[in-house]
């Protein structure tokens, strides 16, 4: 299972950090991340990261947001700096589990930039 937090309402050039803990089963060579999903709009990829530590971030992002991760609490935290308004959306955490075991959701959390 997932847990996201975090989220909130904030003011444009603000930052908010999001929070994501699993539990379970956890196994080591696992991908992690974050997609957000705005009214309207498909849910795209923010950013993920392996568990080598290996980061890959959107273009809307990048520069701005920081993943990192810590391995013994099995939680990846999202630093969002800088925000804007079109990063409003319900942002989804996301845990690829290996050996085709498929691919775990947490609950959204919403993230609201305001001008």
């Known amino acids: 299972q997932l847990q996201a937090s975090g989220g909130g309402l904030v003011q444009a050039g603000g930052s908010l950090r999001l929070s994501c803990a699993a539990s379970?089963?956890?196994?080591?060579?696992?991908?992690m991340g974050w997609y957000r999903q705005a009214p309207g709009k498909q849910r795209e990829l923010v950013v993920s990261?392996?568990?080598?530590?290996?980061?890959n971030y959107a273009d809307s992002v990048k520069g701005r947001f920081t993943i990192s991760r810590d391995s013994a609490k099995n939680t990846v935290y999202l630093q969002m700096n800088s925000l804007k308004t079109e990063d409003t959306a319900v942002y989804y955490c996301?845990?690829?589990?290996?050996?085709?075991?498929?691919?775990?959701w947490g609950q959204g959390t919403q993230v609201t930039v305001s001008s």
């Open positions: 996301y845990l690829d589990r290996p050996y085709g075991l498929g691919r775990v």
């Open positions: 990261i392996s568990s080598g530590g290996s980061t």
């Open positions: 379970g089963t956890i196994f080591s060579n696992i991908v």
